[in-house]
């Protein structure tokens, strides 16, 4: 393609762009490593995959600039059907590769919607005796409220509509947009 991206067509406007995702990760990292500038033996940042693929990678390098040393862990965690979604019970798809106890646990999220997720995957890790866990959610929507889950440090309040890009997908696409955005109604349409 000469000009632009194959996406351009397909996004109905951008919410948030990369310059302010770029400067909001920075501020992030700036108050994690001062949070937690005597952890000790570091941070163990818990990536939920795949949304959150992207903050993690831009998170940890940023992190590591300011703060204190981490080490990076992957779950993979999926919601029992439809008609049990709203109890927040998950189904774990790749647990975590290493034992957690004793550690500073930072669990990087994408976007923190129901909030029925991150309050199980807490209860979890918890259960695991780690020295403390906490998150940190790039996006956050009006439902979160709803639901009590202390999200500590949070990037960008963003209204109650279906976003993709930077990590977050559309059936698995748009993963890769750098921005976040709204997808055109045609968009649905189509699929
Ligand atoms: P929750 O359990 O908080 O309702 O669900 C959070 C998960 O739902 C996020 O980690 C993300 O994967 C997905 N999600 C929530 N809102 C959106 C959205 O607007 N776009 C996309 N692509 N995924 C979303």
Redesign the pocket.
Same mark, same amino acid.
Do not use: P
């Given at each position: 393609m000469a000009d632009g991206s194959w996406y351009d067509a397909d996004i109905d406007r951008v919410i948030i762009s990369e310059e302010q995702i770029r400067e909001k990760t920075e501020e992030l990292a700036k108050q994690v490593a001062v949070d937690y500038a005597d952890a000790d033996g570091g941070i163990l940042l818990v990536c #939920?995959l795949k949304?959150?693929v992207m903050f993690m990678a831009d998170f940890a390098r940023a992190l590591g600039r300011q703060g204190p040393s981490s080490e990076m862990e992957f779950m993979a965690v999926s *919601?029992y059907g439809s008609g049990t979604a709203s109890s927040?019970v998950v189904r774990i798809l790749k647990d975590l590769d290493r034992d957690i106890t004793g550690r500073h646990v930072v669990i990087v999220?994408?976007?923190?919607? *129901?909030? &029925?997720? &991150?309050s199980w995957l807490m209860k979890y890790l918890q259960s695991r005796q780690p020295a403390s866990v906490e998150v940190v959610a790039l996006f956050r929507?009006p439902?979160?409220i709803k639901v009590p889950v202390p999200t500590k440090y949070v990037g960008f309040d963003i209204p109650s509509?279906? #976003? #993709?890009g930077y990590g &977050?997908?559309?059936a698995e696409r748009y993963r890769e947009v750098p921005y976040v955005g709204v997808l055109r109604p045609e968009v649905y349409a189509r699929s």
């Open positions: #939920v949304g959150a *919601s927040g999220e994408d976007i923190v919607d *129901s909030g &029925l997720t &991150l929507k439902e979160a509509e279906f #976003v #993709v &977050l997908d559309f």
